[in-house]
């Protein structure tokens, strides 16, 4: 009978140790993105703020995890288009909403530090370009683009709070109006999330 108490008592020990370190909970956040571009006549404005909101879930054991993550994410890049041409410089806005997956993997420290990097897969909910005129119309947003993210995070009980930079894989255009472009979005992201179980 003892022997069975402390087998009991040590899975519920065991149980708890893994609950503390794993779970799924919701998180908020906010970018800084800009967008760059490949090519002499799109010249990119400064970093634009954006924001995301979703849900995540942590898995792993002592040192290692896996941390997959759905997020709804709005973001935005401006841009000037500088022709030759006398009086046709213009600036652009271009408004993203994006369902992002990343899938981090990394290593913990010191109890409380995560450290983590992966890929992120964002397809494209509804993407325009604003105010934009006859020269840059019929812009061809991709339904999917792909990238990476690494990051560091900090667990205090149920709340981590994170930092994360975002580089793309793939462009985001193939064209806008009549011209060629290889345009990615770059962005610092940082979240909160509350793990609920």
Not at 27 to 41: A, P
Not at 89 to 105: G, H, I, Q, S, T
Request: charged share 20%.
């Amino acid at each position: 009978m003892k022997k069975v108490l402390l087998v009991i008592v040590g899975m519920m020990c065991s149980f708890h140790a893994f609950s503390q370190k794993n779970g799924v909970g919701l998180k908020v956040g906010m970018s800084s993105t800009q967008v760059n571009f490949e090519g002499q006549q799109f010249v990119p404005s400064d970093a634009q703020l954006g924001y995301h909101l979703g849900a995540f879930a942590r898995l792993g054991g002592v040192g290692f995890f896996v941390q997959p993550e759905v997020l709804f994410t709005q973001t935005s890049g401006r841009f000037k288009l500088e022709l030759p041409s006398p009086n046709t410089n213009k600036d652009y806005e271009a408004k993203f909403n994006r369902l992002d997956v990343p899938v981090m993997a990394g290593v913990r420290m010191l109890k409380v530090i995560r450290i983590m990097a992966g890929p992120i897969a964002s397809f494209n909910i509804d993407s325009s370009l604003k105010d934009a005129g006859k020269t840059v119309q019929n812009v061809d947003f991709k339904n999917a683009t792909l990238g990476y993210q690494a990051g560091v995070g900090v667990d205090l009980g149920n709340l981590s709070f994170e930092g994360k930079y975002e580089g793309g894989l793939s462009k985001f255009t193939d064209t806008i109006g009549t011209f060629s472009t290889d345009n990615r979005l770059n962005q610092w992201v940082l979240s909160v999330g509350f793990k609920l179980f």
